[in-house]
């Protein structure tokens, strides 16, 4: 019983890390990329974010739920989502997915575009306090729509990965060039490894986990049962 617990539990691991890996190394690459060619711009790294969030809920959202975000994974356990028990090995596996995808990014394609790390655009005037306060911002309505179309029991959850993964897009594509738009300490901890400058990183963990907590708790009054507003 043990043995098949710990090897179900080794599955949920193994697919957060596979899942990190590929959203780092695709949306950070998008943005690497598109500095060295010129060819992507703001619009194709928000698609390529997007689509590959949505590709990854689909893929293993049945095994481990496809959270590839230790705030996501944090907030789940506060609305009983996500034993807590299983907190430390996702936050170590989405971490070291990340690290991953950040050093085959440096070995890969060079140092490019900041190795796609999410900064303040300094060249506009953008402080890490404004960056932050967006930061929140965003990771409140990505875990908004997260919880309204995958955890709500009333939702329509087989486009839950539509929905996520266009809200994903819209904030990169809007958002990604003025703020860094991560909504995501393991999307940004990759990229500021290989860049070796963790100046901002801070920004994009008090960020999204602040925003997905509160995100979480506005989810519990907002789609609270209707029978609850007659006790």
Not at 39 to 53: M, P, R, W
Not at 129 to 137: D, G, H, Q, S
Request: hydrophobic share 55%; net charge negative; with cysteine.
């Amino acid at each position: 019983m043990r043995a098949a617990m710990e090897l179900q539990d080794f599955r949920k691991y193994v697919c957060e890390f596979i899942g990190t890996f590929s959203l780092v190394f695709f949306a950070a690459g998008a943005v690497m990329v598109g500095a060295a060619t010129g060819d992507l711009g703001a619009i194709g790294a928000g698609l390529i974010s997007g689509l590959v969030i949505t590709i990854v809920i689909y893929a293993f959202g049945e095994v481990s739920g496809a959270h590839v975000n230790p705030a996501i994974s944090l907030a789940a356990v506060y609305l009983g989502k996500l034993e807590k028990r299983l907190l430390p090995g996702y936050v170590l596996a989405q971490m070291a997915g990340s690290g991953a995808a950040g050093l085959v990014l440096l070995w890969a394609l060079g140092r490019h575009g900041d190795m796609g790390a999410n900064l303040p655009n300094a060249a506009l005037g953008v402080t890490p306090e404004v960056a932050l306060a967006i930061e929140v911002f965003l990771s409140f309505l990505l875990m908004w729509v997260i919880c309204g179309t995958a955890y709500h029991d009333a939702a329509n959850t087989s486009f839950a990965g539509v929905a996520i993964g266009a809200t994903v897009g819209i904030e990169v594509m809007l958002m990604g060039p003025y703020a860094g738009a991560a909504m995501n300490p393991a999307r940004a901890f990759g990229p500021y490894l290989a860049l070796g400058d963790f100046t901002h990183f801070w920004i994009y963990v008090v960020g999204p986990v602040a925003g997905m907590l509160a995100g979480a708790a506005t989810y519990r009054f907002t789609h609270a049962p209707a029978a609850d507003d007659d006790r």
